[in-house]
């Protein structure tokens, strides 16, 4: 694949205006699928089950089969709806997107066209220098997951030189609501950063509503982000391409950034954009041509003749309205107030995505400062080398278990890293790694006061350099003490024993 011709990305900026817009699909947590009886389990579940096992005859399209909708993803996208500031619609219809793909059982999609449950709403981003953004919400439409397409022989894992591919229909039917923003204008320089951001928000929102687990990596949340370019002074807007399935919060703002200076390279050329799909590529940070991007009379939608309209009572609404959770820029503005975390701080948890995980720990009963010490630090680092995420290693509730160990003068910071390594590792709570690798600091004095005299009597002129007072050289003796105790020591406490002794 040849490499596309990059413009600065400030040149681009001064020739050009980006003109945005983001549909992004949340994944729904039901217990079942979308119009189907067949079981959606949670991400581990999910990931662990065998190809085309958690299916059901509706979800193939199989002769006969009817689909029957799945009430609890109905009340979640209206809670949705409801959070992104929208209009809940009196009666909505599902209807048919007509397309074939292998991983489309039915030749058909069951989504929503004209009549989407939720419509016209706006909401606040925030940016990480505390700028708010209204990000204006065209719809908000419940449909159904297609299947996952396996590509293989290829070196990339993707379809571009593949020799064949497999398809998995576990993923067909599963409930999804896909939001549809409307044209953003005025994103100017920041366009990747509001993209990011945006998307941030969309996944705080759906995690605190309890309705998806929101992880992009797996899929639980993925944005297909439009991007055109005009000329500066010109009203007609350009034509878009829309990038698919970006994966990470950095690839979204990587992915626009990239289409805006690939864009303003072929314009600048005097060459034409193509409406397309384009892939994004993680390992190059670059986008390829998909297939030519279809205009909605292209999916020859009609209303879908098995199912009826949805017409939410209006009790149904305001119940649903009435358990919204706390806007997510009003909670993170809240949280780093009453955590007192400074605008830098705060934004080391908010863009890790550990806010919930922080929030928890601090609830089990660390403070915010070593909660934050813990999830940014060490745990993170060790997520890092594990290519996983640091939710996934260790409990908010066994962190502060481990914070509690160093608070009592159980652990050293350095022994409390251990014992996080042997949590992280399966073998039980912090107390249980503690007494199964006999970790606990040594608060023996006598053991220490044994240890002492026999580093002083080992360096008898360490020992009388402090006598005349040159304190600073204790520190080879508590060196030395230290490591006879194999770090089973407080540093500290070691230091006064070590002065006491050596005043005798």
Same mark, same amino acid.
């Given at each position: 694949?040849?490499?596309?011709?990059?413009?600065?990305?400030?040149?681009?900026?001064?020739?050009?205006?980006?003109?945005?817009?983001?549909?992004?699909?949340?994944?729904?947590?039901?217990?079942?699928? =979308?119009?189907?009886?067949?079981?959606?389990?949670?991400?581990?579940?999910?990931?662990?089950?065998?190809?085309?096992?958690?299916?059901?005859?509706?979800?193939?399209?199989?002769?006969?089969?009817?689909?029957?909708?799945?009430?609890?993803?109905?009340?979640?996208?209206?809670?949705?709806?409801?959070?992104?500031?929208?209009?809940?619609?009196?009666?909505?219809?599902?209807?048919?997107?007509?397309?074939?793909?292998?991983?489309?059982?039915?030749?058909?999609?069951?989504?929503?066209?004209?009549?989407?449950?939720?419509?016209?709403?706006?909401?606040?981003?925030?940016?990480?220098?505390?700028?708010?953004?209204?990000?204006?919400? %065209?719809?908000?439409?419940?449909?159904?997951? !297609?299947?996952?397409?396996?590509?293989?022989?290829?070196?990339?894992?993707?379809?571009?030189?593949?020799?064949?591919?497999?398809?998995?229909?576990?993923?067909?039917?599963?409930?999804?609501?896909?939001?549809?923003?409307?044209?953003?204008?005025?994103?100017?320089?920041?366009?990747?950063?509001?993209?990011?951001?945006?998307?941030?928000?969309?996944?705080? @929102?759906?995690?605190?509503?309890?309705?998806?687990?929101?992880?992009?990596?797996?899929?639980?949340?993925?944005? &297909?982000?439009?991007?055109?370019?005009?000329?500066?002074? $010109?009203?007609?807007?350009?034509?878009?391409? %829309?990038?698919?399935?970006?994966?990470? =919060? +950095?690839?979204?703002?990587?992915?626009?950034?990239?289409?805006? $200076?690939?864009?303003? $390279?072929?314009?600048?050329?005097?060459?034409?954009?193509?409406?397309?799909?384009?892939?994004?590529?993680?390992?190059?940070?670059?986008?390829?041509?998909?297939?030519?991007?279809?205009?909605?009379? &292209?999916?020859?939608?009609?209303?879908?003749?098995?199912?009826?309209?949805?017409?939410?009572?209006?009790?149904?609404?305001?119940?649903? +309205?009435?358990?919204?959770?706390?806007?997510?820029? !009003?909670?993170?503005?809240?949280?780093?107030?009453?955590?007192?975390?400074?605008?830098?701080?705060?934004?080391?948890?908010?863009?890790?995505?550990?806010?919930?995980?922080?929030?928890?720990?601090?609830?089990?009963?660390?403070?915010?400062?070593?909660?934050?010490?813990?999830?940014?630090?060490?745990?993170?680092?060790?997520?890092?080398?594990?290519?996983?995420?640091?939710?996934?290693?260790?409990?908010?509730?066994?962190?502060?278990?481990?914070?509690?160990?160093?608070?009592?003068?159980?652990?050293?910071?350095?022994?409390?890293?251990?014992?996080?390594?042997?949590?992280?590792?399966?073998?039980?709570?912090?107390?249980?790694?503690?007494?199964?690798?006999?970790? !606990?600091?040594?608060?023996?004095?006598?053991?220490? @006061?044994?240890?002492?005299?026999?580093?002083?009597?080992? $360096?008898?002129?360490?020992?009388?350099?402090?006598?005349?007072?040159?304190?600073?050289?204790?520190?080879?003796?508590?060196?030395?003490?230290?490591?006879? =105790?194999?770090?089973?020591?407080?540093?500290?406490?070691?230091?006064?024993?070590?002065?006491?002794?050596? !005043?005798?």
């Amino acid at each position: 694949m040849a490499t596309a011709k990059l413009m600065d990305f400030d040149k681009a900026l001064e020739l050009f205006e980006p003109v945005l817009g983001f549909e992004v699909h949340v994944e729904l947590n039901t217990n079942t699928k =979308m119009f189907s009886d067949a079981p959606n389990p949670a991400n581990e579940a999910y990931h662990a089950a065998e190809p085309n096992t958690l299916i059901a005859p509706v979800d193939l399209g199989l002769p006969g089969s009817l689909p029957v909708v799945n009430e609890t993803a109905i009340r979640s996208s209206i809670s949705l709806g409801l959070a992104l500031g929208c209009s809940i619609a009196e009666s909505s219809r599902f209807a048919r997107k007509n397309y074939f793909y292998p991983d489309l059982g039915k030749n058909y999609q069951i989504s929503q066209y004209d009549e989407p449950i939720a419509y016209e709403g706006s909401v606040e981003v925030e940016l990480e220098d505390g700028t708010i953004v209204q990000i204006p919400i %065209e719809r908000a439409h419940m449909e159904e997951d !297609a299947g996952k397409l396996t590509h293989m022989g290829g070196a990339t894992g993707r379809i571009q030189g593949a020799e064949y591919s497999l398809v998995d229909y576990n993923r067909a039917g599963v409930p999804l609501v896909e939001i549809v923003t409307k044209t953003i204008f005025g994103a100017e320089h920041r366009a990747p950063e509001v993209a990011k951001a945006y998307v941030q928000t969309i996944r705080d @929102i759906v995690r605190s509503l309890g309705i998806s687990e929101a992880r992009l990596e797996r899929g639980n949340l993925r944005c &297909d982000a439009n991007v055109s370019l005009r000329p500066r002074g $010109q009203e007609k807007l350009g034509t878009r391409t %829309e990038t698919k399935n970006v994966n990470s =919060m +950095r690839s979204v703002e990587r992915a626009v950034r990239y289409e805006i $200076q690939r864009q303003a $390279q072929i314009l600048a050329d005097g060459g034409t954009i193509t409406q397309e799909t384009r892939h994004w590529h993680e390992d190059t940070g670059t986008t390829s041509p998909g297939r030519p991007k279809s205009d909605a009379d &292209d999916y020859r939608y009609f209303p879908e003749p098995d199912l009826l309209p949805v017409e939410p009572a209006a009790e149904l609404i305001e119940e649903l +309205r009435a358990a919204l959770p706390e806007q997510p820029v !009003a909670r993170r503005r809240r949280l780093m107030a009453e955590w007192g975390f400074t605008d830098l701080e705060f934004q080391d948890v908010r863009n890790g995505g550990l806010l919930e995980v922080v929030e928890a720990t601090i609830a089990a009963g660390a403070t915010p400062a070593t909660a934050r010490k813990w999830w940014t630090g060490e745990i993170t680092r060790l997520a890092n080398t594990q290519e996983k995420d640091a939710s996934d290693l260790i409990s908010p509730e066994n962190v502060a278990a481990l914070q509690k160990l160093v608070d009592a003068g159980t652990l050293t910071d350095k022994l409390a890293r251990q014992v996080l390594e042997g949590v992280i590792a399966g073998e039980g709570t912090p107390q249980e790694v503690v007494d199964g690798r006999g970790l !606990a600091v040594v608060s023996d004095d006598g053991a220490l @006061i044994a240890a002492i005299d026999e580093a002083l009597a080992a $360096q008898p002129d360490v020992l009388a350099k402090i006598k005349d007072g040159k304190v600073q050289a204790a520190g080879a003796v508590i060196g030395a003490v230290m490591k006879a =105790m194999k770090g089973q020591a407080d540093a500290a406490r070691v230091r006064e024993l070590v002065l006491e002794r050596a !005043a005798q």
